[in-house]
């Protein structure tokens, strides 16, 4: 599986972005994905998945709880992160990730393919 994410910009803060990973390779209908994110000089960290493995539901960072969506298009091969209500503290570089059978969904080294990162800046 190759990823490819994109979508990303510079918003106002309380505005909106939808980014988007692109699938390539094998159908995602069995994997496991998930949007983490990292901002400079912090670690990367977990943001929403979409839980393929235990019935197609979906995980959140308390942080993004509410305001964040992801979603998975199975045919068209896509991921998808709709952010609402941005603030300053969500700009970092998005990385979408996939992988079946993942046991811990918030955690990176459970994935085993990446797309490379897209930059959110949300402006104050």
């Not at 839980?51 to 197609?56: F, I, V």
Request: charged share 25%; proline share 2%.
């Amino acid at each position: 599986v190759q990823l490819q994410a994109s979508g990303g910009g510079v918003v106002e803060d309380g505005g909106s972005l939808r980014l988007s990973c692109a699938a390539s390779g094998p159908t995602l209908s069995y994997y496991d994905v998930a949007w983490f994110r990292q901002a400079p000089g912090k670690d990367r960290e977990f943001v929403a998945a979409h839980d393929t493995t235990r019935g197609e539901i979906t995980h959140y960072a308390d942080s993004v709880k509410g305001r964040f969506t992801i979603s998975k298009d199975n045919d068209k091969k896509m991921v998808y992160l709709q952010m609402n209500r941005l603030k300053s503290n969500d700009t970092a570089v998005y990385y979408c990730a996939a992988d079946s059978m993942v046991d811990e969904v918030d955690v990176a080294d459970e994935y085993y393919y990446w797309g490379r990162g897209t930059q959110v800046t949300v402006s104050s």
